[in-house]
């Protein structure tokens, strides 16, 4: 059984920053972080191989969202820049054997989700 759980999460203000962290058990995993909004799809945000050589952003954060990696510790983090009022959402990090893009179901384990709130 492979554990994903998210941490960092609460309430930051329009234009400034936080961090996300995320933890999982087993091997190493590529991983990715998505966001759900409250009555909207859940979005791709950002993946990072299982070697952490290769990255990939939606255009919606590229440039104020850093996602990285620590193999040692077997966890990922999301750094969130510039943060925007649409950022509000649950934020969820999950870990695929073949992929670290934006293809949803070919993620296999996620975390529970944790909230992130940006007020205006």
């Known amino acids: 059984q492979v554990h994903v759980r998210e941490s960092g999460g609460g309430l930051v203000q329009a234009g400034g920053s936080l961090r996300l962290s995320c933890v999982a058990s087993?091997?190493?995993?590529?991983m990715g972080w998505f966001r759900q909004a409250s009555g909207k799809e859940r979005e791709f945000l950002a993946g990072?191989?299982?070697?952490?050589?290769?990255?990939s952003y939606a255009d919606s954060v590229q440039g104020r969202f850093t996602i990285s990696r620590d193999n040692a510790k077997n966890s990922v983090s999301l750094q969130m820049d510039s943060a925007q009022p649409d950022g509000t959402a649950v934020y969820s990090c999950?870990?695929?054997?073949?992929?670290?893009?934006?293809?949803?179901?070919?993620?296999?384990?996620w975390g529970p989700g944790i909230q992130v709130t940006v007020s205006s």
């Open positions: 999950a870990a695929s054997e073949v992929t670290w893009n934006r293809s949803q179901h070919l993620y296999d384990y």
């Open positions: 990072i191989s299982a070697s952490g050589g290769q990255t």
């Open positions: 087993g091997r190493t995993y590529h």
